[in-house]
């Protein structure tokens, strides 16, 4: 099987680089044929993979690749470690990569930069690959950076447009802060585990559930929370937790394809399969689960009011990956891990199919982006109307979809939670649902319903685009509908994560939810609660503000102008750090430089030391002006002093 | 010795062949050219066996040679590397070739005198790291000055005259405090010797004020805060060969100072003052990341962003006592040292990167000034490209060479103190606000003037230069185990020296 991985990982690899590399030569057609093949090849080696480990229940892989460096009797190994989280996980980045690559053919026809972009793609598969399949710390913070620096490329694609370099900058820098905890969380695993093996550092963590470190004077850190707390900041740079979100929106910058691959449904993931992996860890420290958990429900809930002020088709759907973020970090601090990797696989398929639908509008509408532009569009472009609602419903949880099964569990397993500020995230991810169906259903509502708000000529120019973008959408809109039915239980409630996460009995919210799971149908009648009836009745509000009497929201925004004036500014968090930390690192590196540098050290000190040489030397030549009679007066001087002094 | 002197051919090829460069100059720039050319190549190929027949199973100095110099005092010619030392004549000899490539139709004035500068400069640098005798090592360590004086006051730019005399200036007075040094060693010791440095013993005191004498004799060079406003203004004013070698290469001096002499030779002093080398390199690797991002001038910029990165290697190899202090054990401090050592190593590819980089765009616009660009990735994308790799290696991108010994030198340090790490890691973001602002001023954006519409993208030579640098990079960085398996003796056996007391 090593072949199988090592093949799986390469053939994006390779991919990538003959289009970045060659795409001059091979052309075009050359370019997306590459590597449409190379993640294919992923893709077919992926269910190969699947097959193998989780249908024939083969044993969990866990082997060296090659070994990268051996220092003070520490090795860095390059390596794999396959179980059916990794399964799960490569299914989804590659087909969902996949369906990104055939998409793009058609999004990107008339874009310069076209082999540039699918070199691009390529390479984020093979980075996100090695992270999702990584044995060790070192290698997982290699595809932590590399998908990084893949967004960081692809946010800023169209790099004449200010906004988009800006954009790239903001995501980068944001991430850094984010990996800035996480690389101290690694050095922490290291001091204390001796280790950055996975295996070997799950294997110690029960022995060092009581280890204290004494930080700071005085105060006696848990190691084990400590280095959870510090591996989540990593988690809230790359899946974009409150406070560091803000570059999510501005990621919308890059070309729509991305913004379904990188920034919905693979790389903005990240951080909850990191948590889920690190399960071992995490369910030793209840602070961290805690911290976990109110950090989640923020995002999921607040997040969720952006989007109901947001005009941009895509910038509503960043504000709504963001509140599903939450609702999965929120899973995670329940201890419910399943629960939040079930729902990142559903998101990932019903968020890249909206995303990719919005992408199809954007084509249609020639590259306009306000939804006030739109509306009235159902009838010109049925297929993206008909995949864009099946993904809209399971994204706000209607019963029987994918995306219900995943939230409904993280909402009752989060019900359950004894972790200290679960109460408040229940209540949190329960008003998020309607929250959620509102912005959804008004997006919809306005974009594809209503008055058409364009104007003639783009009408006549208004038609369903070419097959490689609808095929997509199709074959994203059956997993969005229809995955949650089949993998909720045994996902949740079977033993499919038997052995790779690590529930302790006290935490296991999902097994007391499971004494009365029977089967999808009694879910979903069990579930006939209070989340669907506040789901249906953000449609109905949706229905009502935006279709029925589309004067009201207008009157509601001139009333509470304020409201809507800071929801506008996304809570001002940009304003802050744009003030605060870039102008301020900005001051404080001039006035390093001219006061520091420049005065101090060489106005004062280098060349003060250059002039007090040359003020001596001035000094010391007119005392040897020459003249006899000087000299004379000196030396009488001189005698009278001494001559008082002695005698 | 049946075997042949190779660290003596390394020394005197490139200086004969500068000699040689210099007497034939009269047959015209392209015969100087090529012959600098085959020497430096020739030169490097010498150099590869010091590597594949070296035994990394030994902490001891091999290829030694020695002979008798001055035997009135003791001094010999006794040269010999080990695996901290031995990696850097390979730097030196690769280098080497890419920067004479680098001066190839660039230079055009007094062009023998400019190659042979660099070939001659080339022997002496190699010098520095095999020198085993004092004297010797004092010898070269003052020689290397003046061929880079002369590069800088010669090729330089508008300011030049005193950015080489500032140069000077303070390295020279740094070495006259390690000449006292050096002779007070030779009066304990009697004789010039290092390695018998490393063996005698000293009173505290005398370890202290021996210790200062040679920080600020390296710590210059490094250089270290407060003593490095001449680096941003020699870079500014050299040309893009005199940069290249000086981040490359000559910043790496001092640093191997501080292993070779004063771990060694003064570990008690070392211990006693270890804070201060600690602070300092702090100051380093944050202050100076701040000025860096205030600068305008690309040159000026990857300076500083030098000097923070030496900021890490000072640190690494100053984090051992506090790790023996805290575990009794120098345990985890070999991945401190090693990091450093792999941090030079790196740092030598990619700040030449970024110099020859600037080079380029300085070759065709005659501006440093990142405000004088913008959309440059317009018209010379293959260009950008090359950029943005050697930025993202500049801000330790795993993946890249940069990344490795930072990674090695934070994990250690972790084990040192928590704080310390905290602060190294604000590098993580200060290194990329730094770095991929510039980029994004210079590569990305429209198109911002005429002069940069009508750049020209990369020829073929700077293609060679960039690519090699590229590979050496990216390799380094996803293999980096050749390196640092050819130091584990030689970084153990100085870990016992450094915390082995040798009071009186």
């Known amino acids: 099987m090593e072949y199988v991985y090592l093949g799986a990982v390469l053939g994006p690899l390779l991919g990538a680089i003959i289009a970045g590399f060659f795409g001059k030569f091979i052309g075009r057609e050359g370019a997306h044929t590459v590597t449409i093949f190379g993640v294919g090849v992923a893709f077919i080696l992926s269910l190969i993979t699947f097959n193998h480990i989780v249908l024939n229940g083969a044993p969990i892989y866990n082997e060296t690749v090659y070994t990268w460096l051996i220092s003070d009797g520490i090795t860095f190994e390059i390596g794999f470690l396959v179980d059916s989280l990794t399964a799960m996980m490569m299914l989804v980045v590659t087909f969902v990569s996949l369906m990104v690559h055939i998409y793009t053919i058609g999004y990107m026809r008339d874009d310069p930069g076209y082999q540039r972009f699918f070199s691009y793609i390529s390479l984020f598969t093979f980075s996100m690959l090695m992270l999702v399949m990584a044995n060790n710390f070192m290698q997982l913070f290699f595809g932590w950076e590399a998908v990084g620096l893949v967004s960081y490329l692809l946010i800023g694609f169209w790099f004449k447009r200010p906004t988009a370099t800006y954009a790239k900058l903001k995501a980068f820098l944001v991430n850094r802060v984010g990996d800035f905890g996480f690389i101290l969380g690694i050095a922490a695993i290291l001091m204390y585990f001796d280790s950055l093996d996975y295996a070997t550092v799950f294997a110690a963590a029960p022995a060092m559930a009581d280890a204290t470190a004494k930080i700071a004077v005085g105060t006696e850190w848990s190691v084990i929370t400590m280095i959870c707390i510090l591996l989540f900041i990593g988690a809230m740079g790359k899946s974009a937790q409150v406070p560091l979100h803000v570059w999510l929106p501005d990621s919308m910058e890059g070309p729509t394809p991305i913004s379904a691959l990188i920034h919905a449904a693979t790389m903005v993931t990240a951080g909850i399969f990191l948590v889920a992996r690190m399960s071992p860890l995490y369910e030793f420290s209840e602070v961290a689960l805690s911290f976990v958990m109110v950090i989640g429900a923020i995002t999921a809930l607040f997040m969720g009011f952006l989007g109901i002020v947001q005009n941009d088709i895509k910038r509503v759907i960043a504000y709504s990956t963001l509140s599903q973020l939450g609702y999965m970090t929120v899973a995670l601090g329940a201890s419910a891990y399943a629960a939040g990797i079930f729902h990142l696989m559903t998101h990932a398929f019903f968020k890249a199919l909206l995303f990719l639908a919005a992408g199809s509008v954007i084509i249609a509408m020639h590259h306009e982006q306000n939804i006030f532009k739109m509306g009235g569009l159902k009838k010109y472009l049925p297929i993206t109307y008909w995949c864009m609602f099946i993904g809209a419903i399971a994204l706000i949880g209607f019963p029987g979809m994918s995306g219900f099964f995943s939230k409904d569990a993280i909402i009752e397993a989060v019900k359950l939670s004894t972790v200290p500020g679960a109460e408040f995230a229940y209540w949190a991810v329960l008003l998020g649902v309607f929250v959620t169906a509102l912005y959804t259903f008004r997006m919809f509502f306005i974009v594809f319903h209503g008055k058409e708000r364009f104007d003639k000529h783009t009408r006549e120019h208004l038609h369903e685009p070419s097959k490689v973008v609808t095929l997509p959408l199709i074959l994203l809109a059956i997993p969005s509908a229809l995955i949650g039915f089949v993998a909720i239980g045994p996902l949740l409630f079977g033993d499919y994560f038997n052995e790779v996460i690590t529930v302790l009995p006290e935490h296991d919210v999902l097994a007391k939810l499971g004494e009365y799971y029977t089967g999808p149908f009694a879910f979903i009648l069990y579930g006939l609660g209070w989340p669907v009836f506040l789901a249906l009745a953000g449609v109905a509000v949706a229905w009502f503000l935006y279709v029925k009497r589309p004067d009201i929201p207008e009157k509601i925004k001139q009333r509470c102008s304020g409201l809507h004036d800071f929801m506008s500014r996304a809570y001002g968090f940009d304003a802050f750090n744009d003030s605060f930390f870039a102008g301020g690192s900005r001051g404080l590196g001039r006035f390093f430089w001219k006061e520091g540098d420049a005065k101090l050290i060489d106005g004062v000190m280098v060349n003060g030391t250059a002039n007090a040489v040359g003020h001596i030397a001035k000094f010391i030549r007119y005392v040897q002006s020459g003249y006899l009679y000087h000299y004379a007066f000196v030396m009488i001087i001189g005698l009278l002093l001494m001559l008082t002094f002695f005698v | ?504």
Not at chain 2, 379 to 404: C, E, R
Not at chain 2, 465 to 473: D, E, F, K, M, P
């Open chain 2, 1 to 504: 010795m049946s075997e042949l002197p190779l660290l003596s051919i390394v020394i005197w090829l490139p200086i004969i062949g500068g000699l040689l460069v210099l007497a034939v100059q009269k047959a015209g720039d392209d015969a100087v050219r090529w012959l600098s050319l085959g020497v430096a190549i020739l030169t490097f190929l010498i150099s590869l066996p010091l590597f594949s027949k070296f035994d990394t199973s030994i902490y001891q100095m091999q290829f030694v040679e020695l002979h008798s110099w001055i035997p009135a005092f003791n001094i010999n010619y006794n040269l010999g590397v080990d695996g901290i030392s031995m990696p850097f004549i390979l730097l030196t000899t690769f280098i080497t070739v890419l920067t004479i490539l680098a001066g190839w139709e660039v230079i055009k004035k007094k062009t023998a005198q400019y190659m042979a500068a660099f070939l001659i400069m080339e022997g002496l640098m190699i010098g520095v790291f095999c020198a085993l005798d004092g004297v010797l090592f004092y010898v070269f360590w003052e020689a290397m000055l003046i061929p880079m004086f002369i590069i800088i006051g010669v090729w330089g730019g508008e300011n030049r005259v005193y950015a080489a005399i500032k140069f000077f200036l303070y390295t020279f007075l740094g070495s006259v405090l390690l000449l006292i040094a050096i002779i007070y060693l030779f009066f304990q010791t009697g004789n010039f010797s290092i390695l018998d440095f490393h063996d005698v013993k000293l009173t505290l005191t005398a370890q202290i004020l021996i210790f200062l004498a040679f920080l600020v004799a390296f710590g210059v060079k490094v250089p270290m805060w407060p003593v490095h406003t001449w680096l941003p203004d020699a870079h500014v004013e050299a040309p893009t060969g005199g940069s290249v070698v000086l981040a490359a290469i000559m910043l790496k001096m001092g640093a191997y100072g501080f292993v070779r002499f004063m771990l060694p030779i003064t570990p008690d002093a070392s211990s006693e003052l270890d804070w201060l080398i600690i602070s300092l390199s702090l100051i380093a690797i944050i202050y100076i990341a701040f000025v860096a991002l205030a600068q305008d001038d690309m040159k000026k910029l990857i300076a500083y962003s030098s000097i923070s990165h030496m900021g890490f290697v000072t640190l690494g190899f100053y984090i051992v006592y506090l790790i023996y202090d805290r575990t009794g054990s120098v345990a985890g401090a070999a991945m401190g040292v090693e990091g450093a050592l792999v941090q030079m190593v790196s740092h030598g590819f990619i700040s030449g990167a970024l110099f020859l980089c600037v080079g380029v765009l300085y070759d065709r616009m005659h501006s440093r000034s990142i405000s004088a660009y913008g959309g440059v990735v317009n018209t010379m994308p293959v260009f950008a490209a090359f950029f943005v790799l050697f930025a993202m290696a500049n801000i330790g991108l795993p993946g890249t060479s940069g990344f490795v010994g930072e990674f090695m030198i934070i994990l250690a340090t972790f084990k040192a103190n928590f704080w310390l790490a905290l602060l190294a890691a604000t590098t993580l973001i200060l290194g990329a606000a730094y770095t991929l602002w510039m980029v994004k001023r210079v590569i990305f954006g429209e198109v911002a003037n005429d002069q940069v519409a009508a750049l020209k993208d990369v020829n073929n030579r700077e293609f060679f230069i960039l690519g090699i640098l590229a590979i050496c990079v990216l390799w380094l960085g996803v293999y980096p185990a050749p390196l640092v398996d050819v130091m584990h003796p030689s970084v153990d056996h100085l870990l016992q020296q450094a915390v082995q007391s040798k009071l009186l």
